[in-house]
């Protein structure tokens, strides 16, 4: 599964969109690629700031960040939804109350 990831930085209000070029297969049958996309965003390396700058950089400017100053934290880039490419289909979005990042 191909993903577009819509991302907005909360300091200026800019929101961009990340075209992903990965395939989300999923670890296994019950750990599938929504399950997957869900956990690495809600908790694991694509919760952070440090990485979402990444993201959201390629998304500005059209090609990946080498040298970015980041900030581990969780408060500065929102994934305002993760949409399955194709398809109308929200696969995440952050919801901070219930994962309480
Ligand atoms: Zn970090």
Same mark, same amino acid.
């Given at each position: 599964?191909?993903?577009?990831?819509?991302?907005?930085?909360?300091?200026?209000?800019? %929101?961009?969109? =990340?075209?992903?070029?990965?395939?989300?297969?999923? &670890?296994?049958?019950?750990?599938?690629? *929504?399950?997957?996309? !869900?956990?690495?965003?809600?908790?694991?390396?694509?919760?952070?700031?440090?990485? %979402?700058?990444? =993201?959201?950089?390629?998304?500005?400017?059209?090609? &990946?960040?080498?040298?970015?100053?980041? *900030?581990?934290?969780? !408060?500065?880039?929102?994934?305002?939804?993760?949409?399955?490419?194709?398809?109308? %289909?929200?696969? =995440?979005?952050?919801?901070?109350?219930?994962?309480?990042?």
């Amino acid at each position: 599964m191909k993903i577009d990831i819509h991302l907005r930085d909360n300091t200026t209000g800019e %929101r961009y969109v =990340y075209y992903d070029d990965s395939d989300w297969a999923g &670890w296994d049958e019950d750990r599938n690629a *929504d399950y997957q996309i !869900e956990w690495m965003f809600a908790y694991g390396n694509y919760a952070c700031d440090c990485n %979402r700058a990444l =993201y959201f950089e390629a998304a500005k400017t059209g090609k &990946w960040p080498n040298n970015l100053d980041r *900030d581990c934290g969780h !408060e500065r880039y929102t994934i305002e939804r993760i949409v399955e490419r194709g398809t109308d %289909r929200v696969v =995440y979005y952050d919801d901070d109350e219930a994962s309480g990042l």
